[in-house]
């Protein structure tokens, strides 16, 4: 099965410990590696269109800790996968998901595979989100949800016109099907479900913003 989601790859050089981007790469996903954390976020100021993020701490003889931290405060919405030696406990971090060498590439590819996007059919991808209107699911880095399928209508609308302003009682009008629009207090209750299903910290959304006295904006 092959891969065409690019990944940030965080890689040292050191013998002792396995080096993983040929063996990604042998996986058919698209890699782009460097050999620190402050090259990953140079490289994330630049283009900021990786899926995941896979941090070889070992490699570099860290716990990864800062490295992971300093990757969520660039990027929210951005999966991390952190690769431990076995001298290093695994800890609470920043990362989605934690593997303590010794494992096997394949189990890596697992782990990457379970926080990218799922594809299926009637899918809408824009950005860094993808949602399978036939099956109701959201995927966002991170992050996946099953929605209402008033839910569905909401942010397929959104998506559709990403980067544009949507007049509140345009969508409210659209999605609920109405002409009745004097009162649309029930679609912010609904952006504040859909901004759980997206959004790394829905209270400080960085992708529905409000845009006060007129209505909402998907930023992808």
Partial sequence: MKNTAKLLVIEGKHAEYPAFVPALRKKGFEIESVSSGSEALKLLGQKNTFEVAVVNAASLRTSGKRICQALREEAKNLPIVLIL?????????????????????????????????????????????????????????????????????????????????????????????????????????????????????????????TVRGVGYRLDL
């Fill in 85 to 209: 030696a076995p001298q290093h406990e695994a800890t609470k971090s920043d990362a989605d998901v934690i593997l303590t060498l010794p494992f096997t590439v394949q189990k890596l590819t697992n782990r990457i595979r379970h926080l990218l996007p799922c594809d299926g059919k009637a899918i809408l991808h824009v950005g860094s989100i993808r949602l399978d209107v036939e099956n109701r699911l959201v995927r966002a880095p991170g992050k996946k949800a099953r929605l209402t399928p008033r839910l569905v209508r909401l942010l397929k609308i959104l998506m559709e016109h990403n980067g544009e302003v949507v007049n509140r009682k345009e969508l409210f009008s659209q999605v609920w099907e109405t002409d009745y629009t004097d009162d649309t207090r029930t679609l912010d209750v609904h952006i504040s479900w859909l901004r759980e299903a997206i959004e790394a910290d829905p209270k400080r959304p960085t992708l529905l913003k």
